[in-house]
Every structure is written in C-alpha cells, then in structure tokens.
C-alpha cells in the first residue's frame, strides 16, 4: 500500500514553455503532499505543501507564480512549471502522507527529471 | 528548528563489510525519525522509521538504526555490505507534536560498495 506516482518520468522542453508533472496517490487518499526539488549529488529541497481543496504553501524563496500547485482531489496533485528555463531544470518529486500515518513518514514519487533547453 | 546532519558525504566499503552512516539531529521535543534511500533517477523509499516504541529499529534489507537520545543520534548500519546497497541514503526528522509537519532531510550520503 501507499503508492504514489508521478508521470512524466522525464520531459524535455524550450524554454519559454510550461511543463505540467503529475503526482498521484494510486491506493490511499493524500490530504497533504509536498514537493521537493533536488539539484544533482544533493539532498531534497521542499518546495511547498499541497492540501487538497486550498491554496499550496511555499517555502521561503520559491516563486509561486513561477511553480504553480493544485491539489484538486484526493489523489491528485499538480506542479506547472511555468515559462520554464534552463535553470528551471531539475529533478522533481512528490510525495504525500496517508490519513492513517500518525508518526510521519512521507511516501513518495519515482520524481520527474526536467530538462528545459 | 529542527535539523539533521549527516555525517560523510560520501562513504565506500567493501562487499561484506559493516555499514555505518551517521545522523545526528537537533529538535526541541522527542522527534520522529527515518532512514530513506535513493536509487539512481529514482524517489525514496524508506528503509525505517523510529517513533519511540523502541530504540532499535529495523528495516527493510538488512538495515537496522539505533535512536541514542543522549547523543542525539541515529545511525544506520548494516553488518555485511552488498553490491546492491550502493545508493545514496537520506536521515530525516519530523516534528512529533505537528502530524502534518513537514520532513527535513540531511544532506545525504552517497554509499559506494566496492567488489
């Protein structure tokens, strides 16, 4: 149990576009989830906290017009990159906290590599 | 705030030997604890979690953590290496009094195995 994917696993753009990745909880219901970015050879920087059905919370330094969240439904949650560039590349993950998890662990995405050209 | 610190970015051993990585953290209350691993262009997975029911922990592979309240620590062993634990290894803490708090990780340690 608690399987969460995100699709796409890598995506290739211009710059200039936006990117949609998708992280969905597959066999629980996630009331939070949380994205995280993570350059080469370091640890996970948290982005922002989704709750389903408000707005997402963002970490200090984060641009939220840049790095659009939505957290529609239960399962679902959206991470827009837009107008992306190259320094906008990286690897992104997801990850969500079941209602039944008390102690905190957080289950997560196989993550998205983004390379904006 | 709370903070973890890995001790070693980078740690190699032989096939069959121990494996020891090093976490210490910083919290104001009782934290909750947890190991995850990284396999290349891949998510983490958790290998094991301590939430104070014991202070020996074991998880998944082998791998087995000790809570040390008095040294603030939590390390992770594991007595004989395999090629296949190569990956890199994340400490991380949550705040036991905020049930949606957010994990904190450290800074990861990347674990090479030698044949």
């Known amino acids: 149990g608690a399987v969460v994917s995100q699709h796409p696993s890598w995506v290739i753009c211009k710059s200039g576009t936006s990117v949609k990745i998708e992280c969905r909880s597959l066999?629980?219901?996630?009331?939070?989830m949380f994205w995280y970015r993570q350059f080469p050879k370091q640890s996970l920087m948290l982005m922002a906290t989704s709750n389903e059905g408000s707005k997402a919370t963002y970490e200090q330094g984060v641009e939220k017009d840049k790095f659009l969240i939505n957290h529609a439904s239960l399962t679902l949650s959206t991470l827009t990159v837009t107008s992306a560039h190259p320094e906008d590349s990286s690897f992104y993950i997801c990850s969500a906290r079941t209602r039944r998890t008390y102690t905190g662990e957080l289950f997560f995405g196989e993550g998205s590599r983004l390379t904006v050209l | 705030a709370q903070s973890v610190t890995q001790l070693g970015s980078h740690v190699s051993v032989s096939e069959g030997a121990l494996v020891l990585l090093r976490c210490n953290y910083s919290s104001s209350v009782p934290p909750y604890l947890f190991w995850y691993v990284q396999y290349p262009n891949q998510g983490l997975q958790l290998l094991l979690k301590?939430?104070?029911?014991?202070?020996l922990v074991k998880g998944i592979n082998g791998f087995e953590a000790e809570f040390k309240k008095s040294e603030t620590s939590f390390h992770l062993t594991k007595p004989s290496a395999h090629m296949s634990d190569a990956a890199e290894y994340f400490c991380?803490?949550?705040?036991?009094?905020?049930?949606?708090?957010?994990?904190?990780f450290g800074q990861g340690t990347e674990l090479s195995v030698k044949p």
């Open positions: 301590y939430t104070s029911a014991a202070t």
């Open positions: 991380a803490v949550s705040d036991r009094d905020n049930q949606g708090g957010k994990l904190i």
């Open positions: 066999d629980f219901q996630a009331t939070t």
